[in-house]
């Protein structure tokens, strides 16, 4: 069965995080499990100079990963397709993208009058627009940072493209 994946698109500042920090919770309330995979255009660290493990990519490792009773971790330590990411995620039932506007998913298209800057996608691209002001989309429109309206438009969405597989 492949997992839906819905990716959230705004540019910085808008709200992604706030968003999906909302989102998850709601989405748990009605039962769905949830992954987020969130797209980094800075380099980022997530491991410590100095540990273990931190020392192994050091040392050239492709791929090092750390695990305890509670968690785990693989850093691949090279590029990987968010494709390739998005396949490996299992033991969930939807799967939340923060960018990746250009992803093959569908996209809910957020929009912050207060910075300035226009939606990131037509919306006749998006399955979605959440905005603070109204905006002619076309497309379904939620009040920015409404995440149970969200998720209630996730839920359905999710039954539609079941029962049309």
């Given at each position: 069965?492949?997992?839906?994946?819905?990716?959230?698109?705004?540019?910085?500042?808008?709200?992604?995080?706030?968003?999906?920090?909302?989102?998850?919770?709601?989405l748990?309330?009605?039962?769905?499990?949830?992954?987020?995979?969130?797209?980094?255009?800075?380099?980022?660290?997530?491991?410590?100079?100095?540990?273990?493990?931190?020392?192994?990519?050091?040392?050239?490792?492709?791929?090092?990963?750390i695990?305890?009773?509670?968690?785990?971790?693989?850093?691949e330590?090279?590029?990987?397709?968010?494709?390739?990411?998005?396949?490996?995620?299992?033991?969930?039932?939807?799967?939340?993208?923060?960018?990746?506007k250009?992803?093959?998913?569908?996209?809910?298209?957020?929009?912050?009058?207060?910075?300035?800057?226009?939606?990131?996608l037509?919306?006749?691209?998006?399955?979605?627009?959440?905005?603070?002001?109204?905006?002619?989309?076309?497309?379904?429109?939620?009040?920015?940072?409404?995440?149970?309206?969200?998720?209630?438009?996730?839920?359905?969405?999710?039954?539609?493209?079941?029962?049309?597989?």
């Amino acid at each position: 069965m492949n997992i839906p994946v819905y990716s959230i698109v705004a540019y910085s500042g808008t709200g992604k995080t706030t968003l999906i920090e909302k989102l998850i919770p709601a989405l748990r309330k009605r039962g769905l499990r949830v992954a987020v995979v969130k797209h980094d255009a800075h380099e980022f660290d997530i491991d410590h100079e100095g540990k273990d493990s931190w020392r192994f990519t050091k040392a050239g490792a492709e791929v090092t990963a750390i695990a305890s009773a509670t968690k785990a971790a693989i850093m691949e330590n090279r590029p990987v397709p968010i494709d390739a990411l998005i396949a490996r995620i299992s033991g969930v039932d939807i799967i939340l993208t923060e960018g990746y506007k250009t992803g093959p998913w569908p996209k809910i298209a957020l929009m912050r009058s207060g910075n300035n800057k226009p939606l990131p996608l037509p919306p006749e691209e998006c399955l979605a627009v959440m905005a603070d002001v109204p905006v002619e989309a076309g497309v379904p429109f939620l009040p920015l940072g409404d995440a149970e309206a969200l998720a209630d438009l996730l839920v359905e969405d999710m039954r539609k493209n079941a029962k049309n597989a």
